[in-house]
């Protein structure tokens, strides 16, 4: 994950610039507690409409029961589960930001940056969203369920959707902090959260998680939102 990172600081020291050169500030709060909301949004929604239409069951009986286990709790597995959800959401994400910044600094640190001399807020969102997508398909072609193409679609869609609102809140705030929560966020709450807490089914795999469809559908919805965001705010 932090090969984006170690390319951007090469590309930067052929070209004579300083690592300094790069949006290390923290930036805004706001921003940065946004970023860490929308993807718990987005995810929340998405897996609440899985669980809704029968797509995939709610609050599995068994992950429960293990995370209850792991706490010393066996007796008591609501309350190890919230505590477990508790401690992922916040411990876990904060450790996990070391490696997602590797990532970060090289995708909307340095990328985002150098395509914003070339093209309009929407082009960067494009491209930027497809190199990222493909960077990651080796990974999704190894590790996948079936059918690859159904997921690199799926995967796609739901990275292009993430990119237009990283680089709303990157070139807002002139920080890479806010993709680097965000980051953390989408993967604590779909990898480590949600996706454990549903009880599969026949078609689970293909609505859940983040290549199924459910999730892409509900973050392409809300990049159109930030796309106009920018738009009328000249980015």
């Known amino acids: 994950m932090w090969t984006p990172a170690i390319a951007a600081f090469v590309t930067l020291k052929i070209r004579g610039r300083k690592l300094t050169s790069l949006p290390w500030a923290v930036g805004n709060w706001h921003d940065n507690i946004q970023s860490y909301l929308i993807p718990v949004?987005?995810?929340?929604?998405?897996?609440?409409?899985?669980?809704?239409?029968?797509?995939?069951?709610?609050?599995?009986?068994?992950?429960?029961?293990?995370?209850?286990?792991?706490?010393?709790?066996?007796?008591?597995?609501l309350a190890g589960a919230l505590i477990m959800v508790i401690l992922l959401a916040t411990v876990q994400f904060v450790k996990s930001l070391g490696s997602i910044a590797g990532e970060e600094i090289g995708w909307r640190g340095f990328f985002i940056w150098e395509l914003r001399k070339v093209l309009p807020f929407g082009g960067i969102s494009l491209v930027s969203g497809i190199v990222w997508s493909v960077w990651h398909y080796p990974i999704i072609i190894k590790y996948g369920?079936?059918?690859?193409?159904?997921?690199?679609?799926?995967?796609t869609l739901m990275i292009i959707s993430m990119s237009v609102i990283m680089a709303y809140y990157t070139f807002r705030s002139k920080s890479l902090w806010p993709a680097i929560i965000f980051h953390g966020a989408h993967n604590i709450y779909i990898q480590k959260i949600f996706s454990p807490l549903t009880t599969e089914m026949d078609r689970t795999k293909f609505w859940i998680d983040e290549y199924g469809l459910m999730v892409p559908i509900i973050v392409m919805l809300m990049a159109f939102y930030y796309w106009k965001r920018a738009k009328a705010e000249g980015m």
């Not at 409409?49 to 209850?68: C, K, N, Q, Y």
């Not at 369920?145 to 995967?155: E, H, K, R, S, Y």
Request: glycine share 10%; with cysteine; aromatic share 18%.
């Open 41 to 77: 949004t987005y995810i929340t929604i998405s897996y609440a409409l899985v669980w809704m239409l029968g797509f995939g069951g709610a609050f599995d009986r068994e992950t429960i029961a293990e995370w209850s286990n792991e706490l010393g709790l066996p007796n008591s597995p």
């Open 145 to 155: 369920f079936g059918d690859p193409v159904f997921q690199i679609a799926c995967f």
